[in-house]
């Protein structure tokens, strides 16, 4: 009988401790956590990596890799980003833009074409292809900006001619940065010429590890990297920033 007791005991203990254990488990679950589950169930090709609350109830920030989408409770709604207009603040690029740093100091800048304005004091880098128009916008912004040292990252992504002339500008002896500068603003044709060493093809290995798609691709010294064209108050903007 006080076997019977004993073993009795026992399983009301476990049955106890598998309860708490599930109570436990539950307890943990958050209405984030349970978001995410059910975005990895309903969209499996998307590699959604976390989910966590923004200012607004009900709507959540959803990461995948480098990027974010916001989305709402139900998990069927999608946005690309959330702006407070009084205080003007874009969210969505404020956080792509932390997700996305770049150590620059890990960048191999002697691959790079440098073009000096200035004290050259504040650092950037620009992946560009000489073929670009707003490639040619943007250095006609850049050529504006005081105090600059611009490390361009030539890269031929629009055919064979944007190759060529990448090549030719990596080749050149002289002072690269004015032959880049007249041959983008100016228009000059450089003479074909090709190397051993050019870097354009270790530019566009790095260009699309750093995620680029197009051109341009900027990166600050602060390591805030922005894809596409920006002008010349942003520019100011993210110089500025530590």
Known sequence: MQHIFFKHMRKSQLLMLVLGLTLTVKSFATPATDLLDKLKKTYPNIPF?????????GIYEAGFGKDILYVEASGTYFFPTMVNMITKQNLGEDRRAELNKVNFSDLPLKDAIKVVNGDGSREMVVFSDPNCSYCKRLEQVLSNTKDTTVYVFAVGILGEDSVKKANAISCADGDKGK?????????????????????????LALFQTLGFQGTPGIVFKNGTVVKGFIDAPKIEELLAKK
Do not use: F
Request: hydrophobic residues 30%; charged residues 20%; glycine residues 2%.
């Open 49 to 57: 990596s976390h989910v966590v609350e923004t200012p607004v109830t």
């Open 179 to 203: 032959l880049w500068r007249s041959m983008v603003l100016e228009g000059k044709t450089i003479p074909a010429k090709s190397c051993d060493n050019s870097p354009v093809t270790r530019n």
